[in-house]
């Protein structure tokens, strides 16, 4: 029986800590959303490209950023979540995503999905982004709009369907504006383009149905409930 804890308490990842890897667990579409993340991530540039996964979760980045050639580093508060990450290749530290024990610009790309929703100042996390980026490295976030339509979407439906997010893990005071996190990433010299993404519906009902395959995030015309943002850090 899960501990009652109150909405977006961080300690929920610990009671869900056999959900992260479980095949159509309650963290399933946390993979159909790293795997739009990954898509907007370049090869690793060199041999040592570093990806610095913020909020890395059990490290559901791993096979991607495997596959693109990064040298993969998680960065979260909970310890059993960075253990699944290191079991899957993830270099884990534990720490807060506003105060990362790493040295400015290690990084040829930085990854914060899925957290800024959980953050009370998301712009900090933004700013933590772009001071462990190398310039010309890339950026990619992704996270949920503070909108009606989201609060409807991700919790008053979601919260209850499969393969949406398990109940109290989100406080949608917590949701956040686009502008807030492409006027962060500006000050600290990184231009993000938003586009609003969504399961492809017509893989969504094959899997309601079917619990089999997987479902593939594509491009909405509306960033009304998730969207994702990218860009590179200038060179001057
Ligand atoms: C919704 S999960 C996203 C995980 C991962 N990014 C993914 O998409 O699979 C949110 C993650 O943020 C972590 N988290 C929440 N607040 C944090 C903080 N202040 N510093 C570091 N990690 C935090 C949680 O432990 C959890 O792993």
């Given at each position: 029986m899960p501990r009652a804890l109150l909405r977006n308490d961080v300690r929920q990842y610990e009671d869900l800590r056999d959900e992260w890897w479980r095949p159509n667990g309650k963290f399933v579409t946390l993979h159909w959303i790293a795997a739009a993340r990954a898509a907007l991530l370049p090869p690793a540039p060199h041999d040592r490209a570093v990806l610095v996964d913020l909020a890395c979760g059990a490290g559901l980045m791993a096979p991607h950023a495997a596959r693109l050639g990064y040298r993969h580093v998680g960065v979260d508060l909970v310890t059993p979540s960075l253990e699944q990450a290191r079991e899957h290749g993830v270099a884990p530290i534990r720490a807060d995503v506003t105060q990362v024990p790493l040295a400015d610009g290690c990084a040829d790309a930085v990854t914060a999905g899925e957290i800024l929703e959980h953050v009370p100042d998301p712009a900090a996390v933004v700013a933590e982004a772009c001071r462990l980026l190398r310039p010309g490295g890339t950026l990619v976030v992704d996270t949920i709009n503070a909108t009606a339509r989201a609060r409807l979407v991700v919790v008053t439906i979601g919260e209850r369907v499969p393969g949406g997010a398990p109940p109290g893990i989100h406080d949608p005071r917590l949701f956040v504006r686009p502008s807030v996190i492409v006027e962060a990433a500006a000050r600290h010299g990184v231009r993000l383009t938003v586009t609003g993404f969504r399961p492809s519906?017509?893989?969504?009902?094959?899997?309601?149905?079917?619990?089999?395959?997987?479902?593939?995030?594509?491009?909405?015309?509306?960033?009304?409930?998730?969207?994702?943002?990218?860009?590179t850090k200038s060179e001057t």
């Open positions: 519906a017509r893989q969504m009902l094959r899997w309601m149905i079917t619990r089999r395959g997987t479902v593939r995030m594509v491009p909405s015309r509306s960033t009304a409930v998730l969207y994702q943002a990218v860009g």
